[in-house]
Nanobody, 116 residues
Framework: EVQMVESGGGLVQPGGSLRLSCATT????????MVWLRQAPGKGFEWVSS????????TYADSVKGRFTISRDNPKNTLYLQMNSLEPDDTAVYYC?????????WGQGTQVTVSS
């Protein structure tokens, strides 16, 4: 059974940092690209960042480029998102996700709130 568990969210002041983690089980993590999505209150899902299977290729939404860094540890089957210089507009539930044989999988999400 594919499982993803996001963690590391919380309340942080503007300009602060958080590191999100996504622990995965049930599939060959090192074979799949991974994605971080987020959903702000009352809004749809927004793509944040992607990383290829090896970690050698990463892409970012313009809204987070230069502030967020996606990475992965394949031996630990874990995906990360380092978030720096956080802004109130970054407030959202963050999800890690992947697609396996055309089926999307994601976890329960972790809440990030940026507020003074």
């Amino acid at each position: 059974e594919v499982q993803m568990v996001e963690s590391g969210g919380g309340l942080v002041q503007p300009g602060g940092s958080l590191r999100l983690s996504c622990a995965t089980t049930g599939f060959s993590f090192s074979h799949y690209a991974m994605v971080w999505l987020r959903q702000a209150p009352g809004k749809g899902f927004e793509w944040v960042s992607s990383i290829n299977y090896s970690g050698g290729d990463t892409t970012y939404a313009d809204s987070v480029k230069g502030r967020f860094t996606i990475s992965r540890d394949n031996p630990k089957n874990t995906l990360y998102l380092q978030m720096n210089s956080l802004e109130p507009d970054d407030t959202a539930v963050y999800y890690c996700t992947t697609i396996i044989l055309t089926i999307p999988y994601w976890g329960q999400g972790t809440q990030v709130t940026v507020s003074s």
